[in-house]
């Protein structure tokens, strides 16, 4: 697990790298390392996966949601900032669908207002701004290992910082908080049984670590293979009307996480959930994505959220179309996908004329 370690914390150009047994537990230790807690407020997206919210819940903290930009679907620093208020404690920022587009300005609200940014980096291994990596933007950032993520170990997730007694704490704590300063075998493994504070088994087993360290020496390859399927995509469908293709700005290098087109806005839910329809029906599997996180029943009723509250995050939640991604897509294959969802458009837009 030590190497698996040091070889995230050298391909994200940091010095500290703590594995633990998934991304959601890394965001949550991250959160109670750095004292989040009960009458805390964190700011994190509205259009995001569940669990870049859920981590705010498990902290005790309260979750403040903030909309997306509709072209990038990351959320806007102005609106972030929009959000503060004297009882904001960390911001968790997304690279939605592996894209890191605004991450400088987000990293640079937090700086101002001095309240740490926490990169939920779980779709962006291996992206980039410029030079910047995704997971070199925040004060700490997680990456995730589940099957569907770039790289997998079956379960499990990393804390990427230069910050060691932050590494430290999520050390201690993700060991049921024993005091790790006599460490003499693994990381994981204390010779002590002192316990220094409240922690919890989000250990990473040394099987997992194994396989994870094997897939990060592919990491490489794997990008290689998804930018290639992502742009042949994007060559066969960006003269479709009525279909938004991801928007690349010039100095991205996207992790490609996945491929999420979204129809034009006169095409309903329904008409989406019809198309998806079609394309399986074509042994084709497309799926529809995220949902919008406030309207999750747990999060709706304890905070009285409402459909209309983050408009750009439900509109772009009931249109897209998320299209098979996986290394070894051919060209044939990707065009085959292109055609097919073409005609279910066409078949969807006769019904409306109808
Ligand atoms: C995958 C993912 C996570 C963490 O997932 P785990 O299943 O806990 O490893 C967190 N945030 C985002 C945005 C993700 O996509």
Redesign the pocket.
């Known amino acids: 697990m030590d190497a698996f370690e040091e070889m995230m914390a050298e391909e994200i150009g940091r010095n500290e790298a703590v594995a633990v047994s998934?991304?959601?537990?890394g965001?949550h230790l991250l959160l109670e390392a750095l004292g989040v807690g009960p009458g805390d407020e964190v700011i994190t997206p509205a259009f995001?996966?569940v669990?870049?919210a859920n981590c705010i819940e498990h902290a005790g903290a309260k979750p403040i949601f903030v909309d997306c930009d509709p072209i990038s679907l990351n959320v806007r620093a102005e609106d972030v900032e929009a959000r503060i208020t004297e009882r904001t404690k960390a911001i968790i920022g997304?690279e939605?669908f592996g894209n890191p587009t605004g991450m400088r300005e987000l990293a640079a609200i937090s700086a101002k207002h001095e309240i740490p940014l926490i990169e939920?980096a779980?779709?962006g291994l291996g992206g980039r701004l410029g030079n910047d990596r995704i997971g070199s933007f925040g004060r700490a950032s997680?990456f995730?290992?589940?099957p569907?993520?770039q790289i997998t170990t079956g379960?499990?997730?990393m804390i990427i910082t230069d910050d060691t007694r932050l590494a430290d704490a999520c050390r201690s704590m993700r060991n049921h908080g024993r005091n790790m300063s006599n460490r003499v075998s693994s990381a994981t493994t204390g010779t002590r049984l002192d316990v220094d504070r409240l922690g919890w088994n989000y250990r990473m087993s040394e099987l997992h670590a194994a396989l994870g360290l094997s897939q990060l020496s592919r990491l490489d390859s794997i990008m290689e293979h998804r930018s290639r399927v992502a742009d042949t995509y994007t060559r066969e469908l960006s003269s479709m009307s009525d279909l938004i293709v991801p928007t690349v700005e010039p100095d991205v290098t996207m992790s490609w996480?996945v491929y999420v087109v979204r129809l034009s806005t006169p095409y309903t839910s329904e008409d989406r959930d019809e198309i998806i329809e079609g394309l399986r029906r074509h042994d084709i599997g497309a799926a529809h994505y995220f949902p919008a996180i406030p309207l999750f029943p747990h999060f709706r009723d304890k905070y009285d959220l409402k459909p209309g509250d983050f408009p750009v995050a439900e509109s772009v939640s009931q249109r897209t179309i998320a299209l098979p991604m996986f290394v070894g897509l051919t060209e044939v294959e990707i065009k085959l996908v292109c055609q097919t969802l073409g005609l279910m458009m066409t078949r969807s837009r006769f019904r409306h004329e109808d």
Do not use: I, R, W
Not at 22 to 25: H, I, K, N, V, Y
């Open positions: 998934s991304g959601t537990a965001l995001s996966f669990a870049s997304v939605v939920d779980c779709e997680v995730a290992f589940y569907n993520k379960e499990g997730g996480f």
